[in-house]
């Protein structure tokens, strides 16, 4: 199933007028590199956010932002919990879901949280529901990683 990423107003704002502003200062100036920059700017931001949503496949977690896929198996998920984290990351929203797995973390905003955790539950039988979230249950062994 496909969730659609969450967008707060405020940050969908800010990435707008970042790539507003250089674009206005190219027009006043009308210089040529100055509309490069832009079009250079514009290019990589939308590159990395766009388009932006996750998938629960029958095998992995796939996350989405822009040219950037990462598949993470249900085997690997560790822990799986609702957050308000401000670490950087490219999800556009500060209501995030926060995934843990054997070889890092992502964060993620999707419009629809619970049936995201709920979604991943079903297909991680590794894991147990904790409050909102779910945790390693510690009866169930990993799969040896072998790396990225």
Not at 24 to 50: E, H, K, N, Q
Not at 74 to 81: F, L, N, Q
Request: glycine share 4%; hydrophobic share 45%.
């Amino acid at each position: 199933m496909r969730y659609p990423a969450k967008i707060d107003w405020w940050i969908g704002v800010c990435v707008v007028a970042a790539l507003a502003f250089p674009l206005a200062s190219a027009i006043t100036m009308r210089d040529p590199w100055a509309y490069a920059a832009s079009a250079i700017l514009f290019a990589v931001v939308v590159g990395f956010i766009y388009p932006q949503y996750y998938e629960t496949n029958p095998d992995c977690l796939l996350l989405r932002a822009g040219l950037r896929r990462i598949r993470i198996p249900y085997s690997h998920i560790t822990a799986v919990r609702p957050t308000f984290d401000m670490r950087s990351s490219v999800a556009m929203s500060l209501d995030r879901v926060l995934i843990e797995y054997q070889n890092g973390w992502q964060l993620i905003a999707p419009k629809d949280k619970v049936r995201l955790i709920e979604d991943v539950q079903t297909r991680a039988p590794q894991l147990s529901r904790r409050g909102q979230g779910l945790v390693l249950t510690a009866s169930i062994p990993l799969p040896k990683s072998s790396g990225r």
